[in-house]
Every structure is written in structure tokens, then in C-alpha cells.
């Protein structure tokens, strides 16, 4: 592969840092301090240490660059075009529970497009990279592609099931009741920033989700499109992030995907 870029160098060195932390902590869940956010939403002590050692490291770097990060919030940079939007863990529930399963997740938007990806899953110790035009990478060595099955009933498909409070559980199980006999299966993993990341590993053979936030798809969006999936909304368009919700899948697949969770 290329030399990383400067920008990834960066990003990588903020995500091993906090990855020390993390993989520390899940190593000792027992002491961890968790509050609640709101129904299903957990907040745990290493999510915050591990926000704000990433928003050191990054900010340190470039510092005119803007800030949106799920626990701290966003903060205005004397750069507005540029903004870091950083998830220090996705999987928080995962990662409670002791499910090896679980990311930081940083990306760096510039004039309101998504430039560069990085989610890190710690305990399988497997970075997944992309920035814009440089195609998808995994742990620097593997470039990645989205899967070639072209036919539902063969494909796996990832999404998230709404907890809690979210208001769309029934659409949710109308979708699973058409897909799930169309298709060779559903799964719900709990860090839509991995399930994204294994759509460009062609892992998965796409994902959809509803009622999500900027962080959890941000980096997933780029590394996802730079390996050649279609990420869009749920009506075609590009506002994955103001809408809170995406889909994703190669562009042989996404049409056929799509009809199936409308019925
Ligand atoms: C969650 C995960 C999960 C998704 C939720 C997110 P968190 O993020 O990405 O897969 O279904 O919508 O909130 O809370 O673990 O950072
Ligand atoms: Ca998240």
C-alpha cells in the first residue's frame, strides 16, 4: 500500500493511544463506573478518558480543526470547514457486557464531506482506514472490497435494532420480517462503525440503520465508499448524518436491498 499520509499517521497514534486505555479497562470490568445516558444509553468512565485523550492528541495536531465528539459535543474550530468527529467507543453496550466487540472510531470531515476514516476494533486488533480517492485499507496491508454476491438470498446483513426509547422498532420489524426470509441472515453486533467497516471488507453483504448518530457512521461512510460500496439515506440522498440514518451496500445489491425492506 501507499505510505500513510500524514493525516492518517495522526489519527492512528490518537486511536493506539486510546486503544491502550481501552483494552486496560476491558481487561477489568469489574472496576468500571457506568452511568446511563437514558433508557439503553450507557456511558462508561473509559468512554470519557478515552474522549479526551483522542481530542488531545488530535487537537494537538490540528489544532484550527473543529470538534464533534459523542461525549463532549461539538466545539467550532477557527477552521470551520474542517471537523474531527470522533466516537471513543462504539459497542458501548458490547464492551459493558464484556463482548469483544467494539471500536474508536475517528473521522475528519472538510466542507461538509466525509475525507477520512478510521475505526479501530481493539480485541481483534484490526484497523480499518480509507481516505478519500485512497481506496480502503485494513491494519495497512490488505486493501478492502466490498463482497461480490450479487443475490440475496446468498447475502449476510448487518443493522441495529432499536433499545430503549427509539421510536422505530416497528418499522424495524416489519423490515426484518421481509428481509430475513429473502436473504441468508440478520445480524445485530452492536457498533454500527464495525458493521460499516466489515461492508468494506465484504464481510457483510450490506447494513441499514435508523435513529444513529454522526459518530457512529462517520469513518464507516468513507471506509465503506472507498471500497467501493453505495452509502446513502433511506431516500437516496446524501444526509446520512443530519438524517441519522444510512444504508450500505455494493451497487449490484443496494437497489434489490432496498425493495426488500420496503416490501
Ligand atoms: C451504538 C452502536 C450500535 C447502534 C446504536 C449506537 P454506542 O453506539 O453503534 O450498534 O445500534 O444506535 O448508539 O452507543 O455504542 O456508541
Ligand atoms: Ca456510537
Do not use: C
Amino acid at each position: 500500500m501507499p505510505a500513510p499520509s500524514a493525516l492518517m499517521n495522526v489519527m492512528t497514534d490518537a486511536a493506539r493511544k486510546g486503544a491502550r486505555v481501552l483494552a486496560r479497562d476491558f481487561g477489568e470490568l469489574e472496576n468500571l463506573q457506568v452511568s446511563v445516558k437514558g433508557v439503553g444509553d450507557f456511558v462508561t468512565a473509559s468512554d470519557i478518558k478515552v474522549e479526551e485523550i483522542l481530542r488531545d492528541e488530535l487537537m494537538r495536531a490540528r489544532p484550527a480543526y473543529g470538534w464533534l465528539g459523542e461525549e463532549t459535543g461539538e466545539v467550532e474550530g477557527k477552521d470551520p470547514t474542517r471537523r474531527w468527529i470522533v466516537d471513543p467507543i462504539d459497542g458501548t453496550t458490547n464492551f459493558m457486557h464484556g463482548m469483544p466487540h467494539f471500536a474508536i472510531s475517528i473521522a475528519l470531515e472538510h466542507k461538509n464531506e466525509l475525507v477520512a476514516g478510521l475505526i479501530y476494533d481493539i480485541a481483534k486488533d484490526e484497523i480499518f482506514t480509507a481516505e478519500k480517492g485512497g481506496g480502503a485499507w485494513l491494519n495497512d496491508r490488505r486493501r478492502l472490497r466490498v463482497s461480490s454476491r450479487r443475490d440475496l438470498i446468498e447475502s449476510v446483513f448487518a443493522t441495529g435494532v432499536p433499545f430503549g426509547s427509539k421510536s422505530t422498532l416497528p418499522t424495524m420489524l416489519q423490515e426484518l420480517a421481509r428481509l430475513m426470509p429473502a436473504s441468508a441472515g440478520v445480524r445485530r453486533f452492536g457498533s454500527a462503525a464495525l458493521d460499516l467497516a466489515w461492508v468494506a471488507a465484504g464481510r457483510f453483504d450490506g447494513f441499514w440503520e435508523r435513529e444513529i448518530m454522526p459518530w457512529d457512521m462517520a469513518a464507516g461512510i468513507v471506509i465503506a465508499r472507498e471500497a467501493g460500496a453505495l452509502v446513502e439515506d433511506l431516500d437516496g440522498g446524501t444526509d446520512m448524518l443530519a438524517r441519522g440514518e444510512v444504508i450500505a451496500a455494493p451497487a449490484e445489491l443496494l437497489g434489490k436491498l432496498k425493495k426488500a425492506l420496503a416490501g
